[in-house]
């Protein structure tokens, strides 16, 4: 597998943290002062989660110098869809001009892992030879949903955001990893929009369970007990060494998280990229918007770790070359 395109959008309407100070009547420095982020972006009215998909999809294309029609695999991964359902991956064939039967469109969620997942699928269907050609879009509307009133110190460290990637078969190394810790399944989540609750007949626990709730520092205990030794095996079922790495590509969970990783990992700061301050936790779009940030940076042969953690409580990585 190789990825031969990278793309990426942010919306245009940017929100200061002083400016959500005010918007929700907040001390001034409080946002930030909780949150470590300085500024995220917004979706506007004329903006929703499908037309930034869309045209990070068209960046991608344009990256790898090729047109939508050279695509027959569409992967939507996403954290939170567009709607429940179908699934947003065809609404991105169709934004993209991608003919009726020229490619098969679907999801995965794995919700903050949505993107590394998505590669670990395209590169089975790409080795079976299922298919030729594979974008993968990562769109997230993350600003929805989130408790201001209760939680500002959670809700400050969300910005909206897409990014792509074309893959397509290629001498690369890809190596990944993923585990799943159940025991911390109610840390993050959405309860409400599924079949947990019945909105008719669940009334008041439907609206309860509409906003996301995370429990920080239990996340921050599970994933610092078992983060290094599942990098650990990473790093040596694809033969590398920490030092052998060129560019650590983490999930800009916030600020505060990236400088534990470096610490907890044994990278040099200079080779992870760190743009949470700047946008804020993007969900399943943060991984793919960093590697798009960074893409001057990556070279021919560029040994790339991308790494993170998601609602479950799971542990993902992935050791590409590019």
């Known amino acids: 597998m190789k990825i031969i395109g990278i793309g990426s959008y942010l919306p245009t309407q940017r929100r200061s943290s002083e400016h959500l100070d005010a918007a929700y009547d907040l001390p001034s420095g409080t946002v930030f002062g909780m949150t470590g982020v300085r500024s995220r972006s917004f979706c506007g009215a004329d903006e929703n989660q499908v037309t930034m998909g869309v045209a990070a999809a068209q960046a991608a294309l344009a990256d790898a110098n090729c047109g939508a029609g050279d695509i027959d695999l569409v992967i939507g991964a996403s954290a939170v869809p567009y709607q429940p359902i179908p699934a947003t991956a065809p609404a991105y064939q169709a934004g993209l001009g991608i003919a009726d039967g020229a490619a098969f469109a679907f999801d995965v969620n794995a919700t903050c892992l949505s993107f590394l997942t998505a590669l670990e699928v395209c590169a089975g269907l790409l080795a079976r030879g299922s298919c030729r050609r594979a974008l993968v879009i990562a769109s997230e509307v993350a600003s929805r949903a989130l408790p201001w009133e209760t939680h500002p110190e959670i809700a400050g460290l969300f910005g909206d955001g897409a990014a792509a990637v ?15 810790y159940p025991s911390g399944y109610d840390i993050c989540e959405i309860g409400a929009g599924g079949t947990r609750f019945d909105f008719r007949t669940q009334t008041e626990a439907f609206a309860a369970h509409s906003l996301f ?9 599970l994933t610092s007990k078992t983060f290094v030794p599942f ?36 990278f040099g700061s200079d080779i992870v990229v760190d743009i949470s301050a700047e946008v804020g936790n993007q969900i399943a779009a943060s991984i793919p918007y960093a590697l798009a940030h960074a893409r001057d940076r990556l070279k021919p042969g560029s040994r790339v770790l991308m790494l993170g953690t998601s609602a479950g409580v799971s542990l993902g990585g992935v050791a590409v070359t590019v």
């Open 213 to 221: 709730h995370m429990d920080g520092k239990a996340l921050f205990r």
């Open 231 to 266: 990098l650990d095996h990473l790093l040596h079922a694809a033969g590398w060494e920490r030092s052998q790495v060129d560019l650590v590509i983490p999930h800009q969970a916030s600020p505060m998280a990236l400088r534990h990783l470096i610490r907890q990992c044994g």
């Open 166 to 180: 074309v893959i397509e078969q290629g001498e690369a190394t890809f190596c990944s990893r993923f585990r799943t």
